[in-house]
């Protein structure tokens, strides 16, 4: 009788035995929760811990205003790339107006004119605060799209390894790079593969020398280097040395006067490392293998203009860094390390090694491929919140895709003609991949 009590007051064991597992799929639910959200809270602290730090800021710049205009002459194949993210980022922050191309260029190859800037309607009718997409420079048009307080500055690197990685980047559009196997092949007799009148032949000579607006096939003098030369240093205050990245942005910093964050950056554009490639991206793919050093003396000759100008503003550069103050530049370049660590540590994942593009999951971010070598892109940390995403997203966002997004919020489109812009999109990737607008 007492058992027959029992079991209608607690009822059947099975119910019971399901009770309890229910409890405790509950209780491990909200422990797991707990732990998650506090979890998700710690790394969101530390996230705003970092980006928020006062080194993030640098050290003091004194009582100068950030320049807002501004002209970077994009020059290929020197980690221009890196430089435009820069600008990118710090023109969408702070809310400035860009002078983008009509496609994914500014008319390149062509001498720039100002019509090919979407948007531009006379001189001083609208206000542009930054330019960064390639194109072959022309002051006199460049100043009717900037306003006269524009800061110019560009990049230069040493023409052998511009010379490297064109041949690889460019092989498949370049003609006077068709039949040569190898650089070296090409190195040892140039004239036999080149025509001055082929189209895209500029990439196999002169290439600094074309993109400031020159003639890459006229005779070598030192008489018209020279020329070339005042020419460029009349109009940028500031060129910069590949080689030399890090130091590089520093005197980039002050001279916009901007914090230090905003040109801590993580190399874009790079190329997959074949055989023992050079630093900066610039690894050597299976048809480019090491030169000797006689090849590399002619492809200096081959491309004297570009030697010359690069010889001049690398003494330039250190110069400057000389002005700067050695042990000041040592300190400051440490601290840019530093932060670039810091942000890679947060943003990245595997340590923020470049990986191949069909690995990166979200295709949006996917760099654009061409030529011969992988072009490598990067991969976010799962589980950041929102604010630090965007950040951390800013910085390795591909030059393409990072152009698309600017566009649309400079210029909103209907529904419509969403639609049309991506067959346009489309149309110039197309474009592209057959080399007449190559985007980097």
């Not at 005197?251 to 801590?264: E, K, M, N, S, T």
């Not at 790079?270 to 293998?289: I, M």
């Not at 700067?324 to 530093?338: A, N, P, Q, Y």
């Not at 639609?419 to 980097?440: F, N, W, Y």
Request: contains cysteine; proline residues 5%.
């Amino acid at each position: 009788m007492l058992g027959w009590v029992m079991c209608r007051r607690v009822g059947p064991l099975w119910m019971w035995n399901t009770l309890l597992v229910f409890g405790v799929i509950a209780f491990a639910s909200q422990l797991l929760g707990y732990i998650f959200n506090k979890s998700s809270s710690s790394i969101q602290l530390a996230a705003h811990a970092i980006l928020s730090s006062s080194d993030s800021q640098g050290p003091s710049l004194g009582s100068c205003s950030p320049h807002t205009h501004i002209m970077f002459l994009k020059t290929h194949k020197t980690a221009s790339s890196t430089v435009t993210n820069i600008l990118y980022r710090f023109g969408e922050e702070h809310h400035l107006r860009f002078a983008l191309p009509l496609g994914y260029q500014l008319g390149y190859p062509l001498p720039f004119v100002a019509n090919r800037v979407k948007g531009y309607q006379s001189p001083g009718a609208q206000e542009f605060h930054i330019m960064a997409n390639h194109l072959r420079f022309k002051k006199t048009e460049v100043e009717k799209v900037m306003p006269a307080d524009t800061f110019y500055f560009s990049i230069m690197r040493d023409p052998v390894a511009i010379a490297e990685s064109s041949f690889d980047y460019y092989k498949a559009t370049t003609p006077a790079f068709w039949k040569a196997k190898t650089l070296g092949d090409f190195a040892d007799d140039p004239w036999k593969y080149y025509n001055p009148r082929a189209r895209n032949n500029h990439y196999a000579r002169n290439l600094l020398w074309f993109d400031f607006g020159m003639d890459h096939n006229a005779n070598f003098s030192v008489s018209l280097a020279r020329r070339g030369e005042a020419l460029i240093r009349h109009t940028f205050k500031l060129v910069l040395m590949t080689e030399f990245f890090d130091q590089s942005m520093i005197l980039l910093r002050h001279a916009l006067c901007w914090p230090l964050d905003a040109v801590v950056s993580f190399s874009l554009n790079a190329r997959q490392r074949k055989l023992g490639g050079r630093g900066g991206g610039s690894g050597r793919s299976q048809s480019n293998p090491v030169l000797s050093e006689d090849q590399q003396e002619k492809l200096r000759q081959w491309n004297a203009f570009d030697c010359f100008i690069y010889d001049a503003f690398n003494r330039t550069f250190w110069e400057k860094v000389d002005k700067f103050g050695k042990s000041r530049m040592e300190e400051e370049v440490g601290l840019l390390r530093k932060r670039r660590e810091a942000l890679t540590r947060l943003c990245l994942r595997d340590g923020g090694k470049p990986i191949e593009a069909h690995h990166i999951r979200d295709k949006t971010i996917r760099p654009y491929q061409s030529g011969l070598v992988k072009i490598l892109g990067y991969e976010l940390q799962p589980g950041l919140d929102n604010s630090t995403r965007i950040a951390c997203l800013r910085m390795i966002r591909p030059e393409l895709q990072y152009k698309d997004l600017l566009d649309a919020k400079q210029f909103p489109r209907t529904r419509g003609q969403q639609s049309d812009h991506r067959i346009q999109t489309d149309s110039g990737l197309m474009k592209a991949g057959r080399g007449k607008s190559e985007p980097v």
